[in-house]
């Protein structure tokens, strides 16, 4: 909403298309341009580079900015659960996905002189919890390898954007602190910042130019003094 609210033609890309049709008619009665909308599962190996062509052919071959926000996670021990398909399932969606989805842009957008790709990860990245140990992991791969993306692509018009949220008020959010086994009742936390006002300052970034944010900004202490 907070792009196409600046005039961006959004492709919006999910598994449960019906979630992104409400959001496309949303868009739409506000008097904006209506997003397309594409069914993807990124869990399934391919369907990033599908998704690509989908979105170049919706789009007339030009991509300015890819936000990989696509997430996944599950509450389990990795000394029970292993490499099981659950996972690999994990590491899929919130780290090979992005890769791939990278891959695929790059040359539209060297192409073009221009491109913003945008890799959406986590504080957790450097929080290590009991059971949380599959998302905190992935990504905190995706962390690196965003890093490691920007330093390969700096002789190229693409710039490589890290948002680092803290805690978000979403429903997969509630879903991971419900099926934690407390010993009591969960530990007090800050307050999560709304996923409204985290997107606000996602543009904002973007249209300052910056190369990474971390919001809300007191979750900056736990990458600089990680745990």
Wanted: glycine fraction near 8%.
């Amino acid at each position: 909403l907070r792009l196409a609210q600046q005039g961006a033609v959004v492709v919006l890309a999910a598994r449960r298309i019906e979630l992104l049709d409400t959001l496309a008619e949303e868009i739409a009665a506000a008097g904006l341009v209506r997003p397309v909308v594409i069914r993807a599962n990124l869990a399934e190996p391919g369907a990033a580079q599908a998704l690509v062509r989908s979105a170049l052919q919706a789009l007339g071959g030009v991509i300015d900015v890819v936000i990989n926000n696509a997430g996944d996670g599950m509450v389990g021990a990795m000394s029970v659960v292993g490499d099981g398909p659950s996972a690999r399932g994990v590491f899929e969606v919130n780290f090979w996905a992005p890769l791939a989805i990278t891959s695929a842009v790059v040359p539209t957008m060297t192409a073009a002189g221009s491109g913003t790709i945008v890799n959406v990860t986590s504080t957790m990245q450097a929080v290590p919890l009991p059971l949380l140990g599959y998302y905190a992991s992935s990504k905190a791969a995706l962390a690196q390898a965003t890093r490691s993306l920007r330093l390969e692509l700096s002789e190229t018009p693409i710039r490589i954007v890290e948002v680092a949220p803290g805690a978000t008020n979403t429903k997969s959010r509630d879903l991971g602190i419900d099926e934690m086994p407390w010993k009591k009742t969960p530990p007090r936390m800050l307050p999560p910042v709304s996923p409204h006002s985290l997107a606000a300052h996602i543009v904002a970034a973007l249209q300052r130019g910056d190369t990474r944010l971390v919001y809300p900004a007191s979750s900056r202490v736990l990458l600089e003094v990680p745990a």
